[in-house]
């Protein structure tokens, strides 16, 4: 989509540079002029940043916003959209099921996303997760799979030199294959799948028929006899079983892989946290700093005033977990990869790398268990970098921009 959808208002642009200059605002906060905008181009607005580099366009857009007195600015790409990262923004976004609707959000472009308990809106969704939650709550998935972690991380541990992306995404998908489905379910089967995911942008969005086709049969057959002590058990009994456990093998896979990938690189560069005493901590900072969901979104179903701004009916607002974990009026040195600070306390509505409220994710505890068990199972080697910039990408989640390339020497004696 490169063009503005017919109907919409072209917002004025700068005769000399061609930039879009601000505009009246239907989102300008309550009593005083519009929201700031990043640079944008005529008619096409902020999509074509958006497209190749969205994180430097919310950076500038914070840039202006902070400016401007608000932690909040605007752009539009196929239609106007408000950012915001204020706790109070996050607040009420991700607090507010019956105001902030998921149907129509970003979320819905990716096939691999746009159906489960994740596509789901107030009521039904807080009814599909109550079905749901028991089952991946933290100390049910640590008591069903923690061993088995243990036992698949020792068993792909690396010797010497290795891309910390690739490694990370073979064990996570050992673990997906797991916990989800035993031994029901051959390994290539899901590799194929989640595969398009490790694509830069737009691979993930592209329509993928016979791929999703493929995992649903393979899913429905597990589904037939699933192995007791998986998460099989639970989705063969769900209504749309086979799509809640295809969407969240989904979820769950590239947000995973990419965030063992960093916490890795980072460890790396700080041995004296490569202790199981930190692990907790290395990984929380990992989450803050690569948040693997980098943004969010959201439609507005009725006019609203958040945190100073009139949001009206229809209009797409954005949170950044991005934005809000490197925000210095939470963070201290936000830039910094520093697990000392989950010494203390968190900012309320300041730390979401598993959204927050009702809609937090479900598969969180998952998450954190199989980056936990991978970390630590460094613990007895020491780690180096080799290559790599540790910068990052923004697609359909936050992602190394490179290879990052790390050598692992086991300790003796």
């Known amino acids: 989509m490169t063009a503005q959808p017919a109907g919409e208002p072209t917002p004025p642009t700068c005769p000399v540079s061609g930039v879009v200059r601000d505009a009246p605002s239907a989102a300008a906060p309550a009593g005083s002029g519009p929201l700031a905008r990043p640079q944008g ?52 976004v991700l607090g507010d099921l019956a105001t902030f609707r998921s149907r129509g959000s970003l979320s819905q472009i990716s096939p691999y996303l746009s159906a489960g308990v994740v596509a789901l809106d107030h009521p039904d969704h807080r009814a599909r997760r109550a079905a749901m939650n028991p089952t991946f709550h933290r100390r049910a998935v640590t008591a069903a799979f ?22 990370s995404s073979t064990v996570v998908r050992s673990m997906l294959t ?30 993928r028929p016979v791929r999703i086709s493929r995992m649903n049969a393979a899913l429905r057959q597990v589904f037939q006899a699933p192995q007791p002590g998986t998460l099989a058990e639970l989705f063969a009994e769900l209504p749309d079983g086979v799509e809640e456990a295809r969407v969240a093998v989904a979820a769950a896979y590239d947000t995973t892989a990419h965030s063992l990938a960093f916490a890795l690189w980072e460890l790396a560069d700080r041995p004296d946290l490569n202790d199981p005493a930190r692990t907790a901590a290395v ?14 979104s959201r439609v507005a179903a009725t006019d609203t005033e958040v945190d100073g701004l009139l949001v009206p009916a229809g209009r797409m607002v954005l949170y950044s977990p991005y934005l809000t974990h490197r925000d210095p009026d939470l963070w201290p040195d936000p ?24 809609r937090t994710c479900l598969g969180a505890g998952l998450a954190t268990l199989m980056l936990r068990t991978a970390v630590a199972g460094f613990a007895d ?13 923004g697609g359909l989640t936050l992602a190394p921009a490179g290879p990052l390339r790390l050598r692992r020497r086991r300790r003796f004696g």
């Open 146 to 167: 923690a061993d088995r972690f243990g036992r698949i991380v020792r068993a792909h541990l690396p010797t010497g030199d290795f891309d910390a992306g690739r490694w």
């Open 41 to 92: 181009l005529p008619l096409v607005g902020h999509l074509p940043r958006w497209t190749s580099d969205p994180l430097a366009l919310l950076q500038e857009g914070a840039a202006r916003g902070r400016t401007g007195g608000r932690r909040a600015f605007e752009i539009r790409l196929w239609r106007p959209v408000t950012v915001g990262w204020s706790p109070a923004w996050n607040r009420a």
């Open 381 to 393: 080697a020491d780690l180096e970098r080799v290559s790599g910039t540790g910068k990052v990408r």
């Open 335 to 358: 830039e910094a990869f520093r697990p000392e600070r989950f010494d203390g306390p968190q900012p309320a509505w300041g730390y979401l790398p598993f959204a927050a409220g009702e």
């Open 178 to 207: 797991a916990a989800f489905f035993g031994d029901r379910m051959p390994p290539d089967e899901l590799a194929s799948f989640v595969a398009p995911l490790d694509q830069p942008m737009p691979g993930p969005l592209l329509r």
């Open 283 to 296: 990984v929380k900072e990992a989450l803050r700093l690569y948040p693997s969901g980098w943004i969010g």
